[in-house]
T-cell receptor, first 115, second 111 residues
């Protein structure tokens, strides 16, 4: 998974705290996707962003969750007032552009544990 | 919403055997992708398919994009121990829309 960098790899939070997950896409990639994976499950889409724009957030809960991809710096997935059910692996993927057939490449994820 | 049914859920095979797994969808996809995920890591792209009927190989792996655009299969020939992992199919209506994932096929290889 060289290229898409996610940090931290593991994050532990207590209920009610905030969790911030970061994703730096592959060099030259301007499209970022966030997915969530529960144990024994496939990945579920959350949000799709281009630089400074949210393109599709249909998979992201309306409350407590937000995402951004600023002009400079990594994409951030923020979860406020975390609850036990937020425990999961969160993966970021990136792709170059909308033109042509350019698959998404994934980072190694952030494993979020809520105490 | 769109769903992918991936089968089998798990497989136990002897080293050297061939493996076949498949994915079907409830709607048409214009992109099919196959990923492998090892424990503690993210999915790694194995094969990408963009045309109905397309058959693509990557070493011992071969995947096909079904002619109906609603299915795909992945074959692994002459399995080896490092093939162990979870294989996911994923599809999307077009190249850069969000992916829909299957639940995965867990492959175990007995040496």
């Amino acid at each position: 998974n060289a290229g898409v960098m996610q940090n931290p790899r593991h994050l532990v939070r207590r209920r009610g705290q905030e969790a911030r997950l970061r994703c730096s896409p592959m060099k030259g990639h301007s499209h970022v996707y966030w997915y969530r994976q529960l144990p024994e499950e496939g990945l579920k889409f959350m949000v799709y962003l281009q630089k400074e724009n949210i393109i599709d957030e249909s998979g992201m809960p309306k409350e407590r969750f937000s995402a951004e991809f600023p002009k400079e710096g990594p994409s951030i997935l923020r979860i406020q007032q975390v609850v036990r059910g937020d425990s999961a692996a969160y993966f970021c993927a990136s792709s170059p552009s909308v033109r042509g057939n350019q698959p998404q490449h994934f980072g190694d994820g952030t494993r979020l544990s809520i105490l | 919403g769109q769903q992918l049914n991936q089968s089998p859920q798990s497989m136990f095979i002897q080293e050297g055997e061939d493996v076949s797994m498949n994915c079907t969808s409830s709607s048409i996809f214009n992109t099919w992708l196959w990923y492998k995920q090892d424990p503690g890591e993210g999915p790694v792209l194995l094969i990408a398919l963009y045309k109905a009927g397309e058959l693509t190989s990557n070493g011992r792996l071969t995947a096909q994009f079904g002619i109906t655009r609603k299915d795909s299969f992945l074959n692994i020939s002459a399995s080896i121990p490092s093939d162990v992992g979870i294989y996911f199919c994923a599809g999307s209506p077009s190249g850069n829309t969000p992916l829909v994932f299957g639940k995965g096929t867990r492959l175990s290889v007995i040496a």
